[in-house]
């Protein structure tokens, strides 16, 4: 079936660097894309989103990428700091006809990042 | 977004018990999921739960294993049946409420 999946399991940083996470994605229909942010003992946190009718999008000190050619999605992390360290995961979503969302996510594998102070 | 309260936190079961993990929002949403998250990997989703029917299943879980409760809107339940040391995981609620939000999780350790 449809799967998510990262390039990278691991990634360490030094504090103050900026952080890019890689996602690739194999279904050709998802139109709605999420990252999250998982701390150790917690669920995953809503870190930014985009739609398949943007390439773009950014947040407070996060841009999220979105390349439909080759089914690539990429979460920045400016200036990261050691707050920052967690497992990242992307996730997608496929609408209906109607634009609706079928409700269901499907993850990628995740991203350990480890800022280093 | 929706705030979800899930508990337990964790718990430590005997093998061949079962388990209810309770799932609590704080808005009326129409479809809940749940998902598992075994060591060191990423989330699967297990069901979705709507209320007012019987929850689907994604390929690999069964209803015996993993039955789900919906009784209103705001409110599931999943048990894990039979455990086994297998299903030691961190088993997660989630909602669509303008985005979707996760609880914080179940820890299970099976024995």
């Known amino acids: 079936g449809e799967s998510v999946g990262l390039h990278l399991p691991t990634l360490s940083v030094q504090e103050g660097d900026n952080s890019i996470i890689n996602c690739a994605y194999s279904?050709?229909?998802?139109?709605?894309f999420i990252w999250y942010k998982q701390e150790s003992g917690k669920g995953p946190q809503f870190i930014i989103d985009?739609?398949?009718?943007?390439d773009k999008r950014q947040g407070q000190r996060v841009t999220v990428l979105l390349n439909k050619t080759v089914k690539h999605l990429s979460l920045q992390i400016a200036a990261t700091q050691p707050g920052d360290s967690a497992v990242y995961f992307c996730a997608e979503n496929k609408s209906n006809a109607g634009g609706t969302s079928y409700g269901k996510l499907t993850f990628g594998q995740g991203t350990i990042l480890t800022v280093h102070p | 977004s929706a705030v979800i309260s899930q508990k337990p936190s964790r718990d430590i079961c005997q093998r061949g018990t079962s388990l209810t993990i309770q799932c609590q929002v704080d808005?009326?949403?129409?479809?809940m999921f749940w998902y598992r998250q075994q060591p060191g990997q990423s989330l699967t989703l297990i069901a979705t739960?709507?209320?007012?029917?019987?929850?689907?299943?994604e390929s690999g879980f069964v209803i015996d294993k993993f039955p789900i409760s919906r009784p209103n809107l705001t409110f599931s339940t999943l048990t894990v049946s039979n455990m086994s040391p297998e299903d030691s995981s961190i088993y997660l609620c989630?909602?669509?409420?303008?985005?979707?939000?996760f609880g914080s999780g179940t820890r299970l350790t099976v024995v």
């Open positions: 279904n050709s229909a998802s139109d709605y």
């Open positions: 739960a709507n209320q007012g029917s019987e929850a689907t299943y």
């Open positions: 989630s909602v669509e409420y303008y985005g979707y939000t």
């Open positions: 985009i739609r398949s009718n943007m």
């Open positions: 808005s009326q949403v129409t479809m």
